[in-house]
Each structure stands twice: as structure tokens, then as C-alpha cells.
């Protein structure tokens, strides 16, 4: 379970993917990022510019001038940043499941302030509210984008519990639960 934003490093990745591209400068990075989280995500000034000055310090970027503009700060990635990079990737590779649980830990918050009776929140005049309308919204924009990326969606009903065992064991979770003789409905998570 992730106590807190994402994915440790996660920033600090994203900021070497995109120097490794090319030269860029701070907010062209929190444009990118934000571009990348489809507009739902941007990381703060203060997380981001710092990110540039160590790496700077630490000669995994240098700055770059540039004629055309001469006021602006753009980085470029070194061939420490390039080894950097390298390493980083194969770290972000093992925070997948931290990923998957920031994903779905705000997904069941938000569902919560819709349902849970616990909780009273004014619905104000906003373009969003806690609500069923809004939560098939944001499913359905993460099947469209599934489907974008990975191709047609199928529905995988088994359990978290019958999920997370079947990976374990490299079998399919739906073979995994037709061999138990069970059938959970629709997936928790």
C-alpha cells in the first residue's frame, strides 16, 4: 500500500525521458508531464525545479544555451544522465504495483465520498461531483485509453485475491478461477 503521491522517483524519471529527447527547460517539462497524464496530473514548480538543479550538480544535466533565447534555462541530458536513466527505468519498472495502488486508492476515495455515508460533502456548482455519473466517467475514459494503448478491453472478473495469485503463479486469472470453480462477479480492483 503507497502512503502518499507517486511513485517515489517517478518525477525525477519522467524528467530524464524528456531530456533524453532533447534540450528542455522547466515549465516545458511540467507541460509535457501534464500532456503525458492526459491534463489529470501536473507535478509542482517545487518538484520539478529542483530536480533539474541536482541533476545539474550532480552532472546528469548540464544547461545549454541558447541563442533565440537567452533568458530561458534549458537542460540537456550527459552521458551521466544518459547511465542515470538507464538506471532509473529499471527502478520505475519495479514500482508498477505502487503505481497501480496510488491509481486505485484515489479511485475508491472518490467513490467513497460518493457512497459512503460517512461522509457529507457539498455537491458545489463545479463541473465534477461525487457521484455514480462521474465514476462511469472516469471508467470509461480509462477503458478508452486502455483500449488506445493495449487494444480492445476484456474484463477480467476475477478477485484481487484470485488476481494477485494468478500472477503470481504466471497463469492466467481467469484460468485460475475456472479451476477453483468460482465466479466473483465484476473485480474489485
Request: net charge negative; hydrophobic share 35%; glycine share 8%.
Amino acid at each position: 500500500m503507497r502512503k502518499s503521491g507517486p511513485p517515489k522517483g517517478l518525477i525525477s524519471y519522467l524528467v530524464l525521458e524528456l531530456l533524453d529527447e532533447r534540450p528542455r527547460y522547466g515549465y516545458e517539462l511540467l507541460g509535457e508531464i501534464t500532456e503525458i497524464s492526459g491534463g489529470h496530473w501536473e507535478p509542482s514548480y517545487g518538484s520539478v525545479y529542483p530536480i533539474l538543479y541536482k541533476f545539474e550538480e550532480e552532472g546528469v544535466a548540464e544547461r545549454v544555451e541558447r541563442a533565440d533565447e537567452p533568458d530561458r534555462k534549458y537542460f540537456a541530458l550527459t552521458d551521466a544522465g544518459r547511465e542515470e536513466l538507464a538506471e532509473k527505468r529499471r527502478a520505475i519498472g519495479g514500482e508498477a504495483s505502487e503505481f497501480g495502488d496510488v491509481v486505485l486508492g484515489f479511485y475508491h476515495l472518490y467513490a467513497a465520498l460518493a457512497t459512503d455515508d460517512r461522509f457529507e460533502v457539498d455537491d458545489a456548482d463545479a463541473d465534477w461531483a461525487y457521484s455514480e455519473r462521474y465514476s462511469a466517467w472516469i471508467v470509461e475514459q480509462m477503458i478508452r485509453h486502455h483500449e488506445r494503448d493495449f487494444g480492445e478491453f476484456e474484463r477480467i472478473d476475477a478477485s484481487p485475491e484470485e488476481f494477485y495469485a494468478a500472477e503470481a503463479d504466471g497463469t492466467d486469472a481467469a484460468d485460475a478461477e475456472e479451476s477453483e470453480g468460482t465466479s466473483s462477479g465484476a473485480a474489485d480492483d
